[in-house]
């Protein structure tokens, strides 16, 4: 098991069961994560800015190598999906793979901590990705349509592994203990899984006037 989860030393255990959206955020912010709430409805996150005329609501959105860097992290990545009531359910994402051919975007998922983001997709592909680096609140909203549940591919293991490291470095310099960073976010590698799709739109999610605007390359 790589990064075991822990009782930390206020007793409380960290392992980032399924949670909501807000809670997701809440997590990206340093904030306390609360208790998964069935009841709230969710859109997978309302954005101002409407589709311009002559876009495609499915048509691949451009990732540039700017964004590409920042997804590469330090960030969390919070991947949300919805059930047939349209409630939302996200799960932690243990890295990402940026396919420069397609524009596809894969996470990694565990399978015994997203189970009902892992059963949701299998139904209904809509999927966002909120990606957030901790220390600057900088957030990226990435939508696609077309989700897909695969095996990890070679190389993606280590992936999630170097993913973790530099997390756990980041959240040091918010004087985070490292004890809680790795209890938190412990998995086994065999546990997780990957989930593919094509971004459609981004959206800016940092905090301030900007927040909620589409993202154009």
């Given amino acids: 098991m790589l990064f075991p989860p822990e ?7 960290y392992n980032f069961p399924t949670f909501n959206l807000e809670d997701c955020m809440s997590f990206a ?3 306390p994560l609360g208790r ?21 609501a499915t ?4 990732i540039t190598p700017a964004m590409k860097e920042f997804m590469r992290g330090p960030v969390t990545l919070t991947l949300g999906a919805r059930d047939r009531n349209k409630l939302a359910v996200a799960t932690f994402c243990y890295g990402c793979r940026l396919s420069s051919r397609s524009g596809a975007v894969t996470v990694f998922v565990s399978r015994s901590r997203g189970p009902e983001v892992l059963e949701n997709l299998r139904t209904f592909p809509a999927v966002t990705l909120v990606v957030c680096r901790p220390s600057t609140l900088k957030a990226l909203q990435l939508k696609g349509t077309d989700a897909r549940i ?3 591919a070679p190389g993606d293991a280590k992936r999630a592994v170097a993913y973790l490291e530099t997390l756990v470095e980041e959240l040091g310099r918010l004087h985070d203990p490292e004890d809680w960073s790795r209890a938190a976010l412990g998995f086994e590698t065999d546990d997780l899984v990957a989930v593919t799709f094509t971004p459609t739109s ?3 999610q940092t905090p301030g006037p900007g927040a909620g605007e589409r993202v154009r390359a």
């Fill in 150 to 152: 695969h095996p990890l």
């Fill in 59 to 62: 048509a691949p959105a451009a």
């Fill in 202 to 204: 981004v959206f800016d």
């Fill in 7 to 13: 009782r930390h030393r206020t007793g409380r255990i």
């Fill in 36 to 56: 998964p709430r069935r009841e709230d409805q969710c859109s997978m996150g309302d954005n101002k800015t409407a589709p311009a005329a002559g876009d495609s």
């Fill in 29 to 31: 912010a340093g904030r």
